[in-house]
Each structure stands twice: as structure tokens, then as C-alpha cells.
């Protein structure tokens, strides 16, 4: 566990210090939230403006990680997913919003209060996961960040499928991709720069692509519900 | 030294900048020529990589960030030949295709350029040495390719295109949280923060990752990249996406982008198998032996010819992970078959782009032989040799798990697995070539040469089927590499 020694008394994952807790644990309570209202809010602007609110809170953890441990090129990754998740993002979503002029997303597959019971579950297994996972590499501070990754891992996952509006599936996605970018700053904190621009430039791609396909499925069926969608069958 | 920088540099510009031409300059006759040259150079590159390999020589660039080992060049030479095949079959196709969709001829630049920037992404990934970018790369595949499978734009296209998408990047999803478990927990040991990245350096640390942490890392792994492999049970994706896009497009999926899955794997077993356990070993007969039978026999429930092929790579696939689970000869196979599945599978999907061509539908139809001799007798060729008859290569990897086996129950389930997929699809296609003949308008138009790609590769796996032993040099290689 060298790296996590040289990263004396505020070594924020390992060492478990106080300091980090403090900081991080408010966050990811916070983007826990966010998430909540990016999920089962029913009008997509609310749910754009809430997954800005979560990446801004994303950059805050990445800052703040960034404060306390000596890995400078966080700032890097902070100013990277600031431009990307909190501007490119969202004025990409909220721009096909206001260009197919759809206000709330189509009926969701599940009902509301077991959608709501199905988000609770899942925050639930999600830090099951994630203290629970017999995993010896993670220490305290570090599986909140694990779980908190895995549990906006698992709430993505759960719109992208159980929604049927592709733009709220697209959102869903987004969101998703910020549990992944929780768990590199937690897990894989120390790779290259590099890696990080590949992969915040797939999941900008990703989510311009399918927000192309979602105007192209709005002209065709006339609808954004992918689950109208049912001219294949297995 | 000039080879190396050549392959890791130039060549991936070269398909870079070919990528904006074909989109700027637009669809024509220069178009044509210009892709023509720079996909024939591409397949000549992979050849004197496969050549290099089988020397024993592996080359690394940038502080081995970029190596090209046999399991790359391998990859490389079939993703190549896949390229150039479905590149001139496009010439005609795509024509056809855009008339029927009502889609601009002039537009077909866009595809010309994505089809180039899929064909370099994948070149990136099996280069790569990079655990990160070759997962940066595979998703990358996802997104050029989505855009191709939903080109004909019409519902059922974009249905598939979503789908794709949608499963196709959360799955990935899975294999990143498995590569970062992996990453994270070297980097933990060693303090050095390259030695969990580079493929070579995890080979030479794997021991060191605790049992359960190694173990969970893997399935995460199999998992996300199954998803783009299309092993059950995480293939929903793929048969709408094959039966759906464009075919030489559907021949590019089940070929090298499915590939792209599961060389992702066969990368990550490889350098992990030191310190795999039995568990891994179950998982991947379970999922083999789940993907073998419910590919194969979903195949006799369906009537759309594509959708059976696409039915028929699931299983397939289900082979290449049964022979991974018997180290080290079986990946070995597993290398062979992804090398032997990929060329015939693609050239079963551009006969059935043929007779789409020809009759104007891809399913219901029969006695193909007496209106068409050469184009029934080659569908049926191509899908006996897809089956493992011999003398096709498909033969020696079909058949091969079976020497690894030492289970007499396990053998026989495979057999039975294979049987089951032979006759489900030898059935269906026996019909189409030689049942009783349709009265179908034909499309005299449709040109004869479009026939010469698929009957190339066919003869491929028949020479190497006939002197097998350059092919086996380099499968065999490939696990060493």
C-alpha cells in the first residue's frame, strides 16, 4: 500500500483520513440526490438541470481530492469534466429538448411509487455493494465513493431501462457516466491524462449520438418512446 | 524502428485523413479509387505484420503503449481482409441499398467515412497495449458503428441502432469498473502507476492481486466486453442490429466488431490465466455452453436469413468462449475460430446481401440454385464450411475444444451443441438453395461480380482449411505473445 503512505495524515482513500470524509461524504450524498430528480422527473429540463448539478458536484469532489492529495493532474480532470459534463452536456441535451419542443417525457414504463421504491432499493444495494464486496483494497472512505459510484452505476442502468423517452434515456446515460467518472477518480485516480480525455470523449460522443438518433426516432415515429419502437421482434 | 513508428503512426493517419476525404470529397468514382488504394495497402500492412509475427518478432512503440504481438496481428489481418471485402462489395450494395431506402447516392460519402474511422478503431484497439484505450476503443467501435447499422434510417433501423447503443455502452460500462478494480489494486501493491495500465506489466503482476478482488475484476470483464461480444445472455442486441443494418455492414458487426469483444477478452484471459482460479474457468464454460444452445437453437425459431446468421454468431461466439476455458490450447482455438468465424460469417452475410439484391427479401425464399447456380451453391458452401465441415479451417476450431476436453459429458453436450447448430442452419439454408423454385421477380440488374468477394473468402478458409499450418503457427503464438 505505498502510495497510500505517501499521502500522510490526509491520504484520502486509504488512509481514511477525516479531512476527506468530510468533504467527499457530503458530496456523494448530495449527487445521490441529484440523482433521484435526474431519474424520476417526469419534465426533462428538470432532469438536465439536475445532472448539472450533479457533475458540478462531481467537480467538487475531483477539487477537492485534488486539495488534499498530491496528484496535481486532478485539476486537470476537474476542468475537463466541468467543461464537458457541465457545459457540453447539458447545453446538448437541453438544445434537442427545445428543438423537438417536448416538455415532459413519455410514460415511463414502471409506475411512480415503484419507480420510487425500485430507486431506493438500488441506493440500497448499491452501498450493499459497496461496503460489502470482500474486496481488501478498499478502506472506509474509500467504498462511500465505491458505492456511491456503484449505486449511480445501477440508477443509470435502471432509467436507461426502465424509461421510455430516449432523451431521458440519454440523461440516464449521462448520468451513469458520472458514477463512472466517481469510480476512476476513487479507483483509478493515478492514470495518465490521457486515459481520462479517451474516455470523457467516448461518453461525450456517445451521448451526442444518441441524442442525434433520438431526433431522427422522434421524426420517424413521431414519438420519443423507444418502446413504440417494436417493429423487430426475436 | 521504421516499421514500428509506420504501424503505430502513419497507418492510423493515413485511415484518419481517408476518413475526411471521404466525407469531403463525397461519393465517386475518385472516392472509389482513392479507398480502394488505401484499404489494398492496409490489408498488404496486415500481411507483413502477420509475417513478422509468425518470425516470432513482436514490435512496441512509445514506451510499449502500442504492441503489436500474433494475437494483434492476427486480429489485424482478419479485421483487414473484412475491410477490403466489405469495402468493394459496398460499391454495388450501397447503391442498391440507398434506391430502396430513398436515401441521396451522394450522401454515401458519410458512409464511406465512417466505415474508415470503424476500421481504425479497431486497428487502435489491437494495437493497443493499454488496458484503458483498448477499452476506449472498443466503445469507440460502438459508436462509429451505431451510426451504420441505423443508415437506412428508417424505423426498424433505428430501433436496432438504439438498442446497440444503449446495451452496447452500458455493458461496457461493467468491463471498465474491472479494468479499474484490476488497476487500482497493482497500483495499491506496486506504487507504480504504469503497471497496472500496460497489458504486459499486468502479465508480470497478476499474482499479485488478491484471489477475490482478481476474480470479481474478470467477470466485470467477461461481463462488459460479452456484452459487445454478444454471448448470452447479454446478446439482445444482436440480432436486431445485424438483421437491421445494411449488409455489408451486419458483415462487418459479426465479424470484427463482435471480434472486438471478444479479442477483448481473450486479451484479458491471456495475460490473467496464471492466476485465474476454477471459478473463472466455470463461468466461461457456463456462458459457452448458454450461448452455443441458445444461439443455435433460437436459429430454427427464426425466417429472416440474416437473423439466423446473427443467431448463429451467438453460438459461435459461445464456442470461442467454451475453448477459452481450457488453457492454454484453447485459447489457441479460440484465436483460430474468431479468425475462421469472422471471414466465413462475413461471407455468409454478403450472399444474403446478394439475394436480397437479387429477389428484394431475405427470407421465404427457395430453389435459389436452379435461378442462380453460382450464388445457391456458394450459400451453401459457405454456411457447410461456417458448420465445420471439413476441409474448411472452421474444421480444426470447431472441432479442436473437443481434444482439450477430458470430460466425456462435457464432449458430448458440445457435440450435441454443434449438431443442433448444424442442422438448424444447414436446414433452413438447404431450403433456400435447393427447395422447390419461387416465382419471384428477379433483379436482372443485379451485378454477377458482387458474388467474387464472398466465393474469395470462402476459398480463404478452404487453402488454409488444406495447409493449415501458417494459421496454427500464428493461433498458436497468439497466447504466447
Known amino acids: ?234 | 524502428m521504421i516499421v514500428e513508428y509506420a504501424t503505430i503512426i502513419i497507418v492510423p493517419l493515413l485511415m484518419a485523413i481517408t476518413s475526411i476525404i471521404s466525407y469531403l470529397v463525397g461519393y465517386g468514382r475518385l472516392l472509389k479509387i482513392i479507398l480502394a488504394i488505401v484499404y489494398g495497402f492496409m490489408l498488404g500492412w496486415s500481411i507483413l505484420l502477420a509475417f513478422l509475427s509468425c518470425l516470432g518478432i513482436t514490435l512496441s512503440a512509445f514506451g510499449m503503449e502500442f504492441r503489436i504481438d500474433a494475437l494483434s496481428s492476427i486480429f489485424i489481418l482478419t479485421s483487414m481482409i473484412i475491410a477490403i471485402s466489405c469495402l468493394i462489395y459496398s460499391y454495388h450494395y450501397m447503391e442498391y441499398y440507398v434506391s430502396k431506402h430513398g436515401l441521396r447516392l451522394k450522401g454515401l460519402g458519410l458512409y464511406y467515412s465512417l466505415l474508415t474511422i470503424t476500421i481504425l478503431t479497431v486497428y487502435l484497439m489491437a494495437i493497443s497495449n493499454n488496458a484503458f484505450i483498448l477499452w476506449v476503443m472498443v466503445e469507440a467501435t460502438t459508436l462509429t458503428t451505431a451510426f451504420l447499422v441505423g443508415y437506412g434510417g428508417y424505423e426498424g433501423a433505428l430501433e436496432a441502432s438504439w438498442k446497440y447503443l444503449l446495451l452496447c455502452v452500458v455493458g461496457l460500462t461493467t468491463a471498465l469498473y474491472g479494468t479499474s478494480l484490476i488497476y487500482s489494486y497493482i497500483f495499491d501493491i506496486t506504487g507504480n502507476p504504469y503497471f497496472g495500465i500496460l497489458f504486459t506489466d499486468i502479465a508480470r503482476h497478476v499474482k499479485i492481486i488478491e484471489p477475490t478482488t482478481l476474480t470479481l475484476a474478470s467477470i466485470m470483464i467477461l461481463m462488459g466486453y460479452g456484452v459487445k461480444a454478444g454471448l448470452a445472455p447479454l446478446h439482445w442486441w444482436l440480432p436486431d442490429a445485424y438483421s437491421e443494418a445494411p449488409s455489408p455492414i451486419s458483415a462487418l458487426l459479426s465479424s470484427i466488431i463482435t471480434g472486438c469483444g471478444a479479442y477483448a477478452i481473450l486479451r484479458w484471459l491471456i495475460v490473467l490465466s496464471p492466476a485465474l482460479n476454477w471459478v473463472m474457468r466455470a463461468i466461461l464454460m457456463v456462458i459457452g455452453f448458454t450461448s452455443i444452445f441458445l444461439g443455435f437453437i433460437s436459429m430454427i425459431l427464426q425466417d429472416d436469413l440474416k437473423r439466423i446468421l446473427a443467431y448463429s454468431s451467438i453460438g459461435n461466439m459461445g464456442i470461442i468462449s467454451l475453448a477459452s476455458a481450457y488453457p492454454p490450447i484453447g485459447f489457441a482455438l479460440a484465436i483460430m475460430h474468431l479468425f475462421n468465424h469472422s471471414i466465413l460469417k462475413a461471407s455468409a452475410f454478403l450472399l444474403v446481401g446478394d439475394l436480397e439484391c437479387r429477389y428484394g427479401r431475405r427470407s421465404g425464399l427457395r430453389g435459389v440454385i436452379s435461378d442462380a447456380p453460382i450464388l445457391g451453391f456458394s450459400l451453401l458452401v459457405g454456411i457447410l464450411a461456417l458448420e465445420g465441415t471439413p476441409p474448411f479451417s472452421a474444421f480444426y476450431s470447431i472441432f479442436g475444444p473437443l481434444t482439450a476436453m477430458k470430460n466425456p459429458s462435457i464432449m458430448a453436450i458440445y457435440l450435441i451443441g454443434v449438431l443442433i447448430g448444424f442442422i438448424a442452419i444447414t436446414h433452413r439454408f438447404i431450403e433456400t438453395a435447393w427447395g422447390s423454385r419461387m416465382n419471384l421477380p428477379t433483379n436482372e440488374n443485379y451485378p454477377r461480380s458482387m458474388l467474387i468477394i464472398p466465393i474469395i473468402l470462402i476459398l480463404i478458409t478452404l487453402i488454409l482449411g488444406l495447409y493449415p499450418n501458417p494459421l496454427l503457427k500464428m493461433c498458436g503464438g497468439g497466447f504466447t505473445g
Not at chain 1, 450524498?29 to 435526474?38: D, K, P, W
Not at chain 1, 461496503?131 to 474509500?142: D, H, Q, R, S, T
Not at chain 1, 420517424?220 to 418512446?225: P, Q, R, T
Open chain 1, 1 to 234: 500500500m505505498r502510495h497510500l503512505n505517501n499521502i500522510p495524515d490526509l491520504s484520502g482513500f486509504g488512509g481514511v483520513s477525516v479531512q476527506v470524509e468530510n468533504v467527499v461524504i457530503p458530496l456523494a450524498s448530495c449527487m445521490l440526490v441529484t440523482a433521484f430528480f435526474i431519474v424520476e422527473s417526469r419534465r426533462l429540463r428538470t432532469s438536465a438541470y439536475s445532472y448539472i448539478a450533479q457533475s458540478s458536484l462531481l467537480v467538487g469532489v475531483f477539487l477537492s481530492i485534488a486539495s488534499l492529495i498530491p496528484e496535481p493532474h486532478f485539476y486537470i480532470w476537474a476542468i475537463t469534466a466541468a467543461i464537458t459534463k457541465v457545459l457540453i452536456v447539458p447545453w446538448l441535451v437541453l438544445r434537442t429538448i427545445a428543438k423537438l419542443g417536448v416538455e415532459f417525457e413519455e410514460k415511463p414504463v414502471i409506475p411512480t411509487i415503484p419507480s420510487y421504491i425500485a430507486d431506493f432499493s438500488l441506493m440500497i444495494l448499491g452501498f450493499w455493494f459497496g461496503f460489502n464486496l470482500p474486496l481488501p483494497i478498499l478502506k472506509p472512505g474509500f467504498r462511500i465513493c465505491f458505492g456511491t459510484s456503484l449505486t449511480l452505476m445501477f440508477l443509470g442502468i435502471y432509467g436507461m431501462t426502465g424509461k421510455s423517452c430516449a432523451i431521458k434515456q440519454t440523461i440516464c446515460l449521462c448520468h451513469l457516466e458520472n458514477g463512472i467518472h466517481l469510480l476512476l477518480a476513487t479507483l483509478a485516480y493515478a492514470t495518465p491524462i490521457t486515459v481520462e480525455i479517451g474516455i470523457l470523449t467516448d461518453a461525450v460522443l456517445a451521448i451526442a449520438i444518441m441524442l442525434y438518433l433520438s431526433t431522427l426516432i422522434k421524426r420517424v415515429s413521431g414519438s420519443l418512446s423507444t418502446y413504440r419502437l417494436s417493429s423487430l421482434r426475436w
